[in-house]
């Protein structure tokens, strides 16, 4: 048997590269809600921000109440992120895009200067962890700084830009954990279906968006987690096309048309309008705009820097492995060269085509409602969490499936939430007695 | 007991999957997504069969008949899923070698298979250990903590990290086994999967009566030690088997 000439190693890999830091970021807010969260102290202080401007919900409302409010507050969420994303697509449209670039970073660094700081600030004071302000003034103002300037920029190594991203999503998600539990579960559906009609409907504001930003070949100025292979994969031979060979596979379709390997971009803006913490404390507009995770298929042909038209592009394919592979990371070398590669509209309306090898894309607003959802089921109990987190993975494979096989932006919200949502009322109303009940006994199988 | 109280019964549970995971799973993407699917598939199956039952909860009586109704029930249904998993797998299995073939790698191995199978497995045992021990654990990590008074040797925790340690090695395995069994049309091996399933299942029953757990936990580990010994059996007939057969067809 040569050394990783299993197929079983090449498979799913772009699938793994884009789950692990999802499940990363998930598993560091549950952690997070653990140890932080106090159950007696987490309705004395909820911070009125933009996803509950309405209605503040306390315990003593009736259910009625709190539905009316919560939907309330949710509907006025929707509707700000909406306006705010019409906005953007207007300025992008008018090529501020320079403008939208530093908006974002500016937006970068308040979330990690002030709502990262805090979140800091409590774990130190749950671990009395014994450090002085000023040290911790200059480390956390250096995590900032760093933080900001690789969120958007190409350059630096790519695994920094990650972890910065997971670490954007963790402060994000756990900023919106302190929202009471009606209003976060109703802006969780709603930003599902937000997310449906917003990349999905023509006309709707993401969908235009990507299509701006393909048609003028430029990279979005979005906070997207790009799950590039982080070094040269050791000699991944087939990386980047396995996913349309097994989705090929499973329509049967064998034309070789699919080979061209698959690419997501779930494209998130984030325009945080963090008009953030009005100290004086009497409304803090928190308007997180986390949304917008569609993600678009883009054909991509391997080391071939011309364009593929329809004809050769079912000519050329199948190389020899070896060949493949060094094609492999040609393409690799110049995709970190030139983040941005040059991409031109294919005649065939495929999709466009773009050189470099580029894995898949995640918005970040996926990140964040993940966890949120996450951290909200571990407020409850840890069964919660593995039923949601499990629901929540397989809605994300799911989605990348079906992305597969559609090959045209996708949401990647609403597949996720709604089992998601779904499996967590389960797990609390049926399966929870049923197994406490069991195992309390002594009794499993 | 704190925190390492709670990583110690943890890793008691899962330890082995753990390393397991790592040595075998962790560097092969697709064995990943197989383990999640069949952890999904699992709890899909508890949540059914916790539909069912949600009625008749909490039992009143103290008899043994209703939770040996309730085991029986859950192994008949978990046992009858897990044709229809093999199904899924022989297709999916199909599409690989079509994809193994168009990218011109070699198919896929009977270790490869073995891999696959063993991954399934682990899903399963993973999800028992996770859901009726891990989940039950959260108060293990603070300064308390709980004893049983059907058990009282051991603290609770203790009793289900060891037991759950004895079922994840009957899934595991049992799914490697099982999957051989498909293969080869071999009866015994399919047969024997839900009968070892269904009696380390009944022989928690023992646990109801007082210092039960006593007994039942030798008996539980002798049937997880059968179950290792016979698929290690299996496993080195099987691999003996192919390579003469490859040694002869060069």
Redesign the interface.
Known sequence: ??PG?????????E??GV?SPVSICMFLVVLLVYSLYNPATANSNTIRTAANLVYMESPTDSTAQKLEGSLLNAAVFIILIALVTFLLVLLYYYNFTNFLVYYTRFSAFAVFSSMGGSVLLSLIQHFNFPVDAVTFCILHFNFTIVGTLCVLSSGGPIVLKQSYMVALGIIVAAWFTKLPEWTTWALLVALAIYDLVAVLAPGGPLKLLVELASSRDEELPALIYEARPTVEMRSS??RG??MG??VG??SGD?SRST?GGVELQAVLRNNNNNGNENRGGDSIINVLENESNEIEVVREDVGESSPLIGGSSLMER?P??SE?RNNDNAGLLEGNANSRGSRENESQGEGFAETGLRGLKLGLGDFVFYSVLVGRAAMY???TV??CY??I??GL?CTLILLAVCRHALPALPISIALGIM?YF??R???E????????????? | MTVAAGIGYTLLALGPSLSLFIAVIAKKPFLILTLLSSTLVWLISLIVLSGLWRAFLPFKTASLWPYALVILTSVAFQEALRPLFWRIYKRLEDMLDAVADRVSKPRLFITDKMQIALAGGMGHGVAHAVFFCLSLLTPSFGPGTYYVEKCSQMSFFLVSAIIALAFVTIHTLSMVIAFNGYAEGNKVDQYIVPVVHLIAAMLTLINLAHGGCIISIPLLYGMAVVTLGHCGKMVWTRLAENRSRQGSSY
């Open positions: 048997m040569e000439g299993s197929i079983l190693e090449s498979i799913g890999q699938i793994i789950m031979g087939v096309s396995t060979l097994l596979g499973i064998n080979d199948l020899s492995p493949r109990d840890l069964m593995y039923a499990l629901a993975i397989s494979g499996f389960l797990t109303l049926l399966m007695p049923f197994v406490v009940g069991t195992s309390t006994s002594l009794v499993m199988f």
